[in-house]
């Protein structure tokens, strides 16, 4: 399995942008879809983002689209992801994700995604 670790979340006011950033360690970073994921109190884990091997493809939460843009660089083992205009309702712990099937299809599942990271909490004031 690959370790996830992420960083970058915080409290901004809502209109804000951050940037959350996911380290990964122990396998071959390319072999694997990357995805983020949220999770807000009392509710369940919710699809944000993903982004295929080589980062040629992508797919966004409709609730998201147009604000965040998920990125990665393979050779520093790192995936981003850039929200921007945060509202409110963007507030949540967010996971980073890893998926090592060769398929990209299902990438907005939680179940299909094998190694995930601790999470970083995302507070959005409004």
């Known amino acids: 399995q690959v370790q996830l670790i992420e960083s970058g979340g915080g409290l901004v006011q809502a209109g804000e942008s951050l940037r959350l950033s996911c380290a990964a360690s122990?396998?071959?970073?390319?072999?694997?879809?990357m995805g983020w994921f949220r999770q807000a109190p009392g509710k369940e884990r919710e699809f944000v983002a993903a982004?295929?091997?080589?980062?040629?493809?992508?797919n966004y939460a409709d609730s998201v689209k147009g604000r965040f843009t998920i990125s990665r660089d393979n050779p520093k083992n790192m995936v981003y992801l850039q929200m921007n205009s945060l509202k409110p309702e963007d507030t949540a712990v967010y996971y980073c994700?890893?998926?090592?099937?060769?398929?990209?299809?299902?990438?907005?599942?939680?179940?299909?995604?094998?190694?995930w990271g601790q999470g970083t909490q995302v507070t959005v004031s409004s």
């Open positions: 994700a890893a998926k090592t099937s060769r398929s990209w299809v299902p990438s907005s599942t939680a179940a299909a995604y094998d190694s």
């Open positions: 982004i295929s091997w080589g980062g040629g493809s992508t």
């Open positions: 122990g396998r071959t970073f390319s072999d694997y879809v």
